[in-house]
């Protein structure tokens, strides 16, 4: 029992650094693109200076336009309020963006969080990678992420939504079946583990084309952020 148990230790380990790793090269890259606008930016006002000087109001309208696209790719999308969730959101979303993925992000947590930075990237990350892996699968004009955060009472609820390929998914033993194959399907049990170690709520739903997470993770002593 106890080779058993070390093994599973082992392998939860090594996932645990996989996930956070993965966050971190991803965050990383965001704040590459971030780093490389502000480096650019005294280059920007001296073209915009140069344009000004000639009286060239046209090429100074298109250049702030272009400027505003850019500035859209490296802008957080999501600002919670919590530091650790916008970091891995923002990466997440950034990184759907650039499969061709929307995101329509609602999230808010006004809260001061009990729940620890690792889960909260196990949870977060997790439901972000199945629902970008479904998403790609589809036409671009078919793709679309919803997530909902915000405090329910006491209670952090956080719903994640994504549109699927191939209709309803189907049940086997009370789960839904991964869509990535034999030796796969790891995600969704570190979630479920997560979630229940925390005393939450889980509801998974599969309805015509769109997928559905539904989690809830009382917060212990719950303390607004002013």
Request: glycine content about 8%.
């Amino acid at each position: 029992m106890g080779f058993f148990q070390n093994r599973l230790h082992k392998i939860l380990a090594a996932y645990q650094r996989e996930i956070m790793e993965t966050h971190y090269r991803e965050t990383e890259t965001m704040y590459q693109e971030m780093r490389g606008w502000r480096h650019d930016f005294r280059n920007h006002l001296q073209l915009l200076k140069s344009y000004t000087q000639k009286g060239d109001l046209a090429a100074v309208q298109a250049y702030l336009a272009e400027l505003e696209q850019d500035l859209s790719r490296v802008d957080p999308a999501v600002k919670t309020g919590n530091t650790m969730a916008d970091a891995i959101l923002n990466s997440k979303i950034s990184l759907a963006r650039s499969k061709g993925v929307p995101v329509r992000a609602d999230a808010r947590i006004p809260v001061k969080l009990s729940i620890s930075d690792l889960d909260l990237c196990v949870i977060l990350g997790n439901l972000f990678d199945n629902a970008i892996e479904a998403s790609v699968k589809l036409p671009e004009s078919q793709r679309l992420i919803r997530l909902y955060m915000d405090m329910k009472g006491s209670q952090l609820y956080i719903s994640f939504t994504n549109f699927a390929p191939g209709g309803k998914l189907k049940q086997a033993g009370g789960r839904f079946a991964t869509t990535k194959g034999s030796g796969h399907g790891f995600g969704l049990l570190r979630i479920d583990s997560v979630v229940k170690r925390l005393g939450g709520y889980l509801r998974r739903a599969s309805e015509e084309g769109a997928f559905t997470t539904e989690i809830l993770l009382p917060q212990e002593q719950a303390r607004f952020v002013p």
